[in-house]
């Protein structure tokens, strides 16, 4: 049976992994423009690397990949890819989109420096609806509401010149697990 989830977990994290289309990257840079929380990130950060579709699963042992583009002053400037292996209690899987912001040109130097690692400091808000707590080297977020009208969000911020957030697209996942996060990044 476990042998059974493993590989249906990993099939969809396949199957979505190659679902991007071209147009996801406007779409999603939109989806995260609606969010009141990103309105000045997007005014005011140096630059930003956007993931349409990250797919994410997990049984004792988990996975998630994505890959994504890095725009500079609203400019394509560079393809990237996230990574993250993670081990714990954990089981299910889910997709979201992910943006990070560069505060400044040191932040995004290091960032596009090749192969960047978020610590386990690093944290992400998650755009979403309703109740929900996460709390991992993946990320911390949380917020409260009955929906998305009545949510009330924690205010993102940046962290070492990066702010992370996150919008999920679907799934069901149950976990505390330490994972690392490694991102690449080729210039175009």
Excluded: C, W
């Excluded at 005011?44 to 349409?52: E, I, K």
């Excluded at 709390?135 to 929906?147: F, L, N």
């Excluded at 911020?157 to 505390?176: F, R």
């Amino acid at each position: 049976m476990k042998k059974l989830l493993l590989s249906l977990i990993t099939v969809f994290v396949l199957v979505a992994g190659f679902t991007v289309q071209a147009d996801d990257y406007s779409q999603t840079i939109d989806n995260f423009k609606s969010s009141p929380a990103t309105k000045d990130f997007f005014n005011q950060a140096y630059g930003y690397a956007v993931y349409p579709t990250i797919a994410k699963a997990g049984v004792g042992i988990g996975a998630a990949h994505g890959k994504g583009l890095v725009y500079l002053h609203n400019k394509k400037v560079g393809k990237s890819s996230m990574t993250q292996l993670s081990i714990g209690f954990q089981l299910g899987g889910q997709v979201y989109s992910q943006i990070i912001f560069f505060q400044d040109k040191r932040s995004f130097d290091e960032f596009t420096s090749g192969n960047f690692e978020f610590s386990a400091s690093a944290s992400a808000v998650a755009l979403t609806a309703a109740v929900q707590a996460q709390v991992g080297s993946s990320g911390i977020s949380s917020s409260k509401g009955a929906d998305s009208s009545s949510t009330k969000q924690n205010k993102a911020s940046y962290h070492k010149g990066m702010a992370v957030m996150t919008l999920t697209k679907g799934g069901l996942m149950y976990e505390a697990v330490l994972a690392g996060q490694k991102y690449s990044y080729i210039a175009l």
